[in-house]
C-alpha cells in the first residue's frame, strides 16, 4: 500500500475532514503562514526601507476612517510605516521564532527524556531534578533574566542584532522539561514491552533501541505538546517584546508592534495596537484549537467525533 493510500485510510484524515472546526483552523494557519512568508512579494511598503518610510504620514487613520488614505489600508504606526505591511513582516518573524524554539525544545526534551527514562538510576534522578529546577522558574522570569543579562553585557545595539537567535535560545531553554517529563514516562512504559527485550536480546546497542524502536512509540504526546508549545512560544516572544526584551522596533515583530502603540491608544492612535494583537490572538488561538483536535485524535479514548 503507498504512502498516499495510507494517508486517505488513515485515522487522523478520517476524523479530520469531519470537524469543521479543524478544518477552520487548518485553513487560517495556512493563510496566515503563507502571507507572512510572502510578505516581501505580497506586502504594498517594506518596513525595512528607511526610503520608503516617511514620518509625515505617522499615526495615520486605518483608510475607512476620515482623515485615512488608500495608500495605508490599516493605517501607520508612530514612524509612518504602513501597518498592514509591517503586520505581515512582525508576523513571519513571531512565527519563526516561535517554531525554531519549539524545534529546540523538542530536541532537548526528547533526548534527555529518552536517556533518563531508559537509562533510569541515578542519572535519571538527576536529570528529572534539573527539570524540576527549572520548572520552578516561569518562562518569563527566566526569558527577562537570561535577555536583561545579554542586553547588559554585549550593549543593545549587540541585542538588536541577534535578537532572533537569543529569544529562540532563550525560549527552546526554558521550556524542555515539558518535552523530558512526557517523553520519560512513555519510555518507561515502553522499555518494559516484549519488542524492546527482544532488541536486547539480539544485541542491539541502547543507543540504537532508544532511537530506533522507542523513540517512534513516544512521539505521539510529543506532536500535541509542540502544536501548543508553538503558541506558548509566540506568546513568549510577544510578552518580552511587549516588555522591550524582545524584538527591536527596528525588527518588528506581533509583540513589538503592540508594544509601540501601546502609548498611544488613548491618544487616539488605537489601530496601531489593536491590529497587531487582534493578529496575535487570532493565529494564537487557532494553532491552540488544531492542538486541542490533535490531542483529542491521537488519544482515541477522549476523542468523540
Known sequence: MGTLARIRQSYILYSFVRDWVAITCFIVVCILILISF???FIAPHNPYESASINVMNAETPPMWMEGGSSEFILGTDSQGRDLFSTLLFG???SIIIGCCAVILQAFLGVIIGLVSGYIGGRLDSFLMRMADVQL???TMMVAIFLGAIFQAAFGVAMYERF???LLVFIIGLAEWPQYARTVRASVLAEKQKEYVEAARVIGLNSARI??????PNTLSPVL???TVQVANAIMSEAALSFLGLGMPVTRPSLGSLINSG????FSGSWWITLFPGIFLVLLILVINLLGDWLRDVLNP???KG
Open 136 to 138: 520552578s522558574f516561569s
Open 163 to 165: 535578537a532572533v537567535v
Open 224 to 226: 500535541v505538546i509542540s
Open 262 to 265: 501601546f502609548e498611544f491608544i
Open 38 to 40: 510572502l510578505s516581501p
Open 210 to 215: 532508544m532511537l530506533r524502536h522507542i523513540l
Open 301 to 303: 479514548k477522549l476523542y
Open 91 to 93: 508576523m513571519r518573524i
